[in-house]
Structures are given as C-alpha cells and as structure tokens.
C-alpha cells in the first residue's frame, strides 16, 4: 500500500540552528500540505502545495519557515533558525485531486524538539 | 471563523463499553465533516466523513451523523474494542476551500 514517506523521523535541534524535513507524497498526488501539531493540539496547516505551486501559506512563519515542491513530487519544509516554540510534530499529506476533498493521506510526521 | 470543538480528553473506557465523543463546529457556509483516528506510531487516517446535513458517515463500527440544527458530527461505538485506543480527530473543510480545520483531539483508552 502506498504511504506518505517523511524524514527524518525524530529531530533534536538547539535554538537558531537551521531544520529541514523532507516529505514523499504518494505518487500521482497533486495536493502536499504541510502541518504543525502541538502536543496536546490539532494539526494546524502551515502550507499546501497544488503540483509545485504554493495555493496557501497564510500561516507560514515566513521570517523563519519555507517550503518548497519544486518538481511538484516532494517537499522541503526548512525552519531557520529554529526557536523553543517551534517544538512540535510536523506532519505531511497528501491528496489525489485537485479540488479539495477533505481526504487526506498522512505521513508519520516528523517529530522536532528545540532545546 | 471556522472551528471544531472535541470534548476534552483522555476518554478511558472497558472493552465492550458504548462510546460516544463529542464534536461541535462553526463555520461559514456548509462544510463537510470527518474523523480522523491517530493509532499509537502511526500517522492520522480517514475514518469516515460526511458532506451534507443528516449524512451518516460509517466505519469499523463507528457512525457519525452530520446535524446541521446541532452544529454537531458526534462519534459513536456501540462496543469498542483494546484496538480501538488511539487519538481521534473531528475536522471540517470549508465548501470552495482546500484545508482541513481540526478540532483538538481525544485520546481514547480501552482497557481489557
């Protein structure tokens, strides 16, 4: 069965060091979103991706966070630098089409923790 | 704006027991609304969905009926079983948009 592959899967960082995570959306799948779960939250959506086209960023820390999909297939999401509050579970997805269905594929997410 | 409410976890029941978690929304227009179910190490799937008012979204046993008057997309099992302990997500998306808004999240727990 295809999955959602995203790396790497754990991350420990100090403050104002630079992250990257890296995301493989299933194949074919024109939608990538990336989102950030707090603990104890729900995912909240940082950027969405239509084939390499950026549809929202609205809350994308721009100072400090950027995505890319140049190809249209896998995604970078980079953090620099990195701050306390940026902890968190960062997860990808992915969905087939292009109009929003609500059905999403979920990566494992990748876990960061900024001491 | 557009928003889920979950009623706050964690939720610890015995194998057998009758389930129930809350989900309330608001939003703009007329949104569909899903449940997500995060298992332990694995990332969140689709459990079941519904797109309009007095749809019933079913699954591995569990339903969820869309109540417009309500505001309200409420989980429900009849007997859930251990393998049923995870974390449970109600979102909704936005008719004409192509985010998810999620609630909170409940952890649910069933003991043997």
């Known amino acids: 069965e295809a999955e959602v592959a995203q790396s790497p899967r754990y991350k420990i960082t100090e403050k104002s060091q630079a992250v990257a995570f890296w995301c493989d959306p299933i194949?074919?799948?024109?939608?990538l979103y990336w989102y950030r779960q707090i603990l104890g939250q729900g995912p909240e959506l940082l950027v969405q991706f239509q084939d390499e086209s950026v549809v929202d960023d609205s809350q994308l820390p721009k100072d400090r966070f950027s995505a890319e999909r140049l190809k249209g297939v896998d995604s970078t999401l980079k953090i620099q630098p990195a701050e306390l509050g940026d902890s968190a579970m960062y997860l990808c997805a992915s969905s087939p089409g292009r109009v929003g269905t609500g059905e999403l594929f979920f990566g494992e997410g990748s876990r960061l923790t900024v001491l | 704006g557009n928003s889920v409410t979950q009623m706050e976890g964690p939720v610890t029941l015995s194998e057998e027991a009758f389930l129930t978690i809350n989900c309330t929304y608001t939003?703009?227009?007329?949104?569909?609304l899903f449940w997500y179910v995060q298992y332990p190490g694995e990332g969140l799937q689709l459990l079941l969905k519904a797109t309009k008012a007095d749809d019933k979204g079913s699954n591995k046993g569990f339903e969820a009926t869309y109540r417009k008057e309500t505001t309200s997309f409420h989980l429900e099992k009849g007997s859930v079983q251990v393998s049923d302990s995870a974390v449970y997500f109600c979102a909704l998306l936005i008719q004409g948009a192509q985010k998810l808004v999620f609630g909170q999240g409940t952890r649910l727990t069933i003991n043997p």
């Open positions: 194949s074919g799948h024109a939608t």
């Open positions: 939003a703009t227009g007329y949104p569909s």
